[in-house]
């Protein structure tokens, strides 16, 4: 596992439906983001994790809206009763000092229908 | 909340031009990134600059980090179309553990 490895690639839900992306860091790398990206635009902070723990949350939303990084196994964010609006490209990226630099996944791309 | 700006939006130019995009913002930042990202992708970091008045370059690629930590360049002599992406700079504020990443400028190479 050379870099971070995101699934699905591409995900369609229904409205309403619930949306889960993982997120596999880069071997040996402890801090997990997410980010989203809308068409045209840059990406958008929404939470910065480490193993077992949320660091930042402050760009996600309150409601619908979770993410975990357990001991064992990807990072998940999850999205409940999903709307149009959540259309987006979701990005992860792992770092292993938290400072200098991310590498990010191939995204994960949300259409809700 | 620290915001990045980008100029310019698009850039379009022929094969072997040279070309200058900048970020700026008000804030002071510890560190900056420049990455670039390709359409379906997802950004690929191309250099971090931590003290002001750097200059660092890569191939034909020049990065400057502003003295005041503020602002950034990246200078990119004889474009080439596999240079064709999307730019997007990013900062970390002092103490901060994530970045905030500028909307992009989009260059488009011509052969």
């Known amino acids: 596992n050379a870099g971070v490895m995101q699934n699905p690639r591409h995900l369609v839900r229904r409205r309403g439906q619930e949306a889960r992306l993982r997120c596999s860091p880069v071997?040996?790398?402890?801090?997990v983001y997410w980010y989203r990206q809308l068409p045209e635009e840059g990406l958008k902070f929404m939470v910065y994790l480490q193993k077992e723990n949320i660091i930042d949350e402050s760009g996600m939303p309150k409601e619908r809206f979770s993410a975990e990084f357990p001991k064992e196994g990807p990072s998940i964010l999850r999205i409940q009763q999903v709307v149009r609006g959540d259309s987006a490209a979701y990005f992860c990226?792992?770092?292993?000092?938290?400072?200098?630099?991310?590498?990010f996944g191939s995204g994960t791309r949300l259409t809700v229908v | 909340t620290q915001l990045l700006e980008q100029s310019p939006q698009f850039l379009s130019i022929q094969e072997g031009e040279n070309l200058t995009v900048y970020c700026n913002s008000s804030s002071v930042f510890s560190s900056l990134q420049w990455y670039r990202q390709e359409p379906g992708e997802g950004p690929v970091l191309l250099v971090t600059v931590v003290t002001g008045g750097e200059v660092k370059k890569l191939k034909r690629l020049t990065f400057q980090f502003g003295d005041a930590r503020k602002d950034s360049s990246l200078h990119i002599t004889a474009a080439q179309p596999g240079d064709t992406g999307l730019y997007l700079c990013?900062?970390?504020?002092?103490?901060?553990?994530?970045?905030?990443f500028g909307p992009g400028t989009r260059l488009s190479v011509l052969p």
């Open positions: 990226a792992s770092s292993s000092t938290g400072s200098y630099g991310y590498t």
């Open positions: 990013a900062g970390a504020t002092t103490g901060g553990q994530n970045f905030v």
């Open positions: 071997k040996g790398h402890s801090h």
